[in-house]
Nanobody, 115 residues
Framework: QVRLVESGGGLVQSGQSLRLSCKAS????????MGWYRQTPGKQRELVAT???????NYTDSVRGRFTISRDNVRSFVYLQMNSLKPEGTAVYYC?????????WGQGTQVTVSS
C-alpha cells in the first residue's frame, strides 16, 4: 500500500530556508511523477511543484526561482528545497502521488514563516 511521510517543516523568519522530505513506499517510486502541494485554512490545496520520472520539473509561478524539487530514486525520497521564504509560504505542505482514480497524500508538515 502507498505510504507518503513528510518531514522537515518548522518555524523560520522571512528570507530563511527549509528543506522538506517525503519518504515514499508501496509503489514503484522511480516510475511515477511526484508532487508537493500546500494548503492554508479556508483555501484550496495548491500545487507547488512536480517532478517526473525523467526528472523534469514544474513550479507554480509564486515559487519559481526560489524552490527546488528533487528526487532520490535509490532511497525513494522527494525533496522540496525552499529558499527565500515569505510569509505567504506559511501552509501545511503535502507530498503527492497522483493516479488516474486516486490521489495519495502524506500527513503533511507545517511550515510557518514569520514577517
Amino acid at each position: 500500500q502507498v505510504r507518503l511521510v513528510e518531514s522537515g517543516g518548522g518555524l523560520v523568519q522571512s528570507g530563511q530556508s527549509l528543506r522538506l522530505s517525503c519518504k515514499a513506499s508501496g509503489f514503484i517510486f522511480r516510475l511515477n511523477t511526484m508532487g508537493w502541494y500546500r494548503q492554508t485554512p479556508g483555501k484550496q490545496r495548491e500545487l507547488v511543484a512536480t517532478i517526473t520520472s525523467g526528472h523534469s520539473t514544474n513550479y507554480t509561478d509564486s515559487v519559481r526561482g526560489r524552490f527546488t524539487i528533487s528526487r532520490d530514486n535509490v532511497r525513494s525520497f522527494v525533496y522540496l528545497q525552499m529558499n527565500s521564504l515569505k510569509p505567504e509560504g506559511t501552509a501545511v505542505y503535502y507530498c503527492n502521488l497522483s493516479r488516474t482514480s486516486t490521489n495519495y497524500w502524506g500527513q503533511g508538515t507545517q511550515v510557518t514563516v514569520s514577517s
